[in-house]
């Protein structure tokens, strides 16, 4: 009863201080609608995103971690498009980068299940509420997601690398953007891939308080990521598996070089510094509330 005495007149304060100002109702609602949304209300959004993802059968999230990998192929896509269009100058990278944006806009956007999105949105039910229950549904989401999004990424791989789609000129610019993905040892991709999980993770944050915005957000966030050669273990693969499925690298490359170092940074990324950190700024007011 206290804490309802309390949240009553937390609303009532900045209701009585328009009233004060002559503001109509029209304008009192405009005011609100101009207030940024708290911590708190970001986290319960994406919370509760996150509950629901948890919920969806097993099937279902297969077929959209399975429709992302294939859609995150569209960066590759992209990117060797571009490349084969331009001069092979410093500048370069500036444009050929824009195209690494595009699988992402189109996951996100679309609502496809895509592995990185979900060590925040999913991790948090259980940070919420820890309890074993919710650690196998989270494990599940994960395994599913993950598998069935690699499966994707293959699928594509392989068709750029086995069809004539696309010119010769293209699928060169294909082969040169892919094994930058494999530059570097396990140390640099794990550090690499922290950063790429970080940034991600945060987009995630940043999505529900955007609004409009939202493909503004995604475009200029996964354009840092790309443009800073920052590894991402869906996209990533996709770009190695390329290289696999024509027998420009090898499977050993693809897993003891990229994925497990990827994979765990990411996993790092996600959940140390955005989930975890982002749960600590809420987490007392959420319990208080609770």
Partial sequence: MRRSREKQGEEEQPASR??????????QQEVKERIRPGAVVLH?????????????????LAWSGFASGLSMGFSLIAEGLIQASLPDQLWRPLLTKLGYTIGFLIVVLGRQQLFTENTLTAVLPLLNKRSVANLKRLLRLWLVVLVTNLIGGFVIAWVLGHTKVFQPEVQHAFAEISLKSLEGGFG???????????????????????????????????YLVGLGE????????????????????????????????TLLGNIVGGVSLVAALNYGQVAPQANRKS
Wanted: no cysteine; proline share 3%.
């Fill in 44 to 60: 319960e959004a994406i919370r509760e995103e996150g509950e629901r993802e948890l919920r969806r059968p097993a099937s279902a």
């Fill in 188 to 222: 640099i991709h794990f550090l690499r891939a922290i950063f790429a999980g970080w940034l991600i993770a945060l987009m995630v944050w940043l999505l529900p308080g955007a609004k409009s915005s939202e493909m503004g957000v995604i475009f200029f966030i996964t």
């Fill in 18 to 27: 328009m009233r004060e100002l002559g503001l109509d109702d029209t304008e």
């Fill in 230 to 261: 920052l590894v991402h273990i869906i996209i990533g693969s996709v770009y190695v598996l390329y290289l696999v499925t024509t027998g420009a690298a090898s499977w050993g490359a693809y897993f003891g070089q990229f994925m497990i170092p």
